[in-house]
């Protein structure tokens, strides 16, 4: 079993719509949670990071973990064309050693 | 721009042969990470140094090292390249404090023929 699930996609969307992201980890030790997005042939950036669980919004970016469930999520309000990219979670638990997810291609269509 | 620098960006070779990718971290960040990203594996953590000790590793070949220099840039070394060692490889670099955030190069793409 791999530490970190992700749904590959592809996902296209209206503008305007909500993106609903997800992953799936197997390790209850992992304490930060990340997600990043990578534009084509560019390195990954950035976009939130959660420690733990709870939300944690960012303008029109939410993110959420429910450790419970080992679920992680990224919410995209009002998409916007720029906004298509892959999108990969990322998961630690001693800033050592990270999992990322293989990555959901995100398409947004004017 | 992320600060972090990689080089080269491309690099074309063979099989069997030994290549030397070059990353400079961001101005003082400790932490140095490499990736390979390939398409059916996604993005896979090799290797952590951090202020020239190794850290952390992953899922590195013997094949494969690395080092961290004294001032903090590092190489990832490739030998006996196989095809399947074609991907992109990323160098990443993170704060003392704040290891989690991690800030990505624009990567080396490697090609072996």
């Known amino acids: 079993q791999k530490e970190v699930e992700q749904d590959p996609g592809p996902l296209s969307v209206p503008e305007g719509a909500i993106v609903s992201l997800n992953c799936t980890y197997s390790n209850s030790a992992f304490q930060y949670f990340m997600w990043y997005r990578q534009y084509s042939r560019k390195g990954p950036e950035l976009l939130m990071y959660?420690?733990?669980?709870g939300n944690k919004e960012d303008g029109r970016f939410t993110a959420q973990v429910d450790k419970s469930s080992k679920y992680i999520s990224l919410f995209i309000r009002d998409s916007q064309p720029s906004d298509s990219a892959t999108y990969l979670c990322?998961?630690?638990?001693?800033?050592?050693?990270?999992?990322f997810g293989t990555g959901t291609s995100l398409t947004v269509i004017p | 721009d992320s600060g972090v620098t990689q080089t080269p960006k491309h690099l074309i070779t063979a099989t069997g042969q030994r290549v030397t990718l070059r990353c400079s971290p961001r101005?003082?960040?400790?932490?140095v990470y490499w990736y390979q990203q390939s398409l059916d594996q996604g993005l896979q953590f090799l290797i952590q140094?951090?202020?020239?000790?190794?850290?952390a590793k992953g899922n590195i070949l013997e094949r494969f090292s690395a080092q961290q220099f004294p001032d903090l840039h590092s190489e990832l070394n490739l030998s006996s390249l196989e095809l399947g060692d074609s991907a992109l490889y990323f160098c990443a670099s993170s704060e003392k404090g704040l290891l989690f955030e991690q800030f990505f190069g624009p990567g080396t793409r490697l090609t072996v023929l």
């Open positions: 990322a998961t630690t638990n001693t800033g050592n050693q990270f999992y």
């Open positions: 140094y951090y202020n020239g000790e190794e850290r």
């Open positions: 959660t420690y733990s669980s």
């Open positions: 101005s003082g960040d400790l932490s």
